[in-house]
Nanobody, 115 residues
């Protein structure tokens, strides 16, 4: 079983930046793919970005060019650098890991973009 703990959320003004972190209880070398998803009130959970064990990345259309996903295998930590934030980026952001064929989720961290 993989435990995931997110951090780094908060309140930021439009145009600002935040970096989210996700600490995993297992070595990232054993996790095939990790990702970030988000869910706003009244909306379905949507893909933000994923990264495979080999480093291949995939982004949701709404964040391309603004967000960057990365992983530090030595620290067992996944990151999401978010730049040029917009009010529509406001959501609860969840870390995800696919490990031994199963999906694991963190508890989420709230990001609010507002002036």
């Amino acid at each position: 079983q993989v435990q995931l703990v997110e951090s780094g959320g908060g309140l930021v003004q439009p145009g600002g930046s935040l970096r989210l972190s996700c600490a995993a209880s297992e070595s990232l070398f054993s996790i095939y793919v990790m990702g970030w998803y988000r869910q706003a009130p009244g909306k379905r959970r949507e893909l933000v970005a994923t990264i495979t064990r080999s480093g291949s990345t995939n982004y949701g259309d709404s964040v391309k060019g603004r967000f960057t996903i990365s992983r530090d295998n030595a620290k067992n930590t996944l990151y999401l650098q978010m730049n040029s934030l917009k009010p529509e980026d406001t959501a609860n952001y969840y870390c995800n890991a696919v490990w031994s064929g199963l999906n694991y989720w963190g508890q989420g961290t709230q990001v609010t973009v507002s002036s």
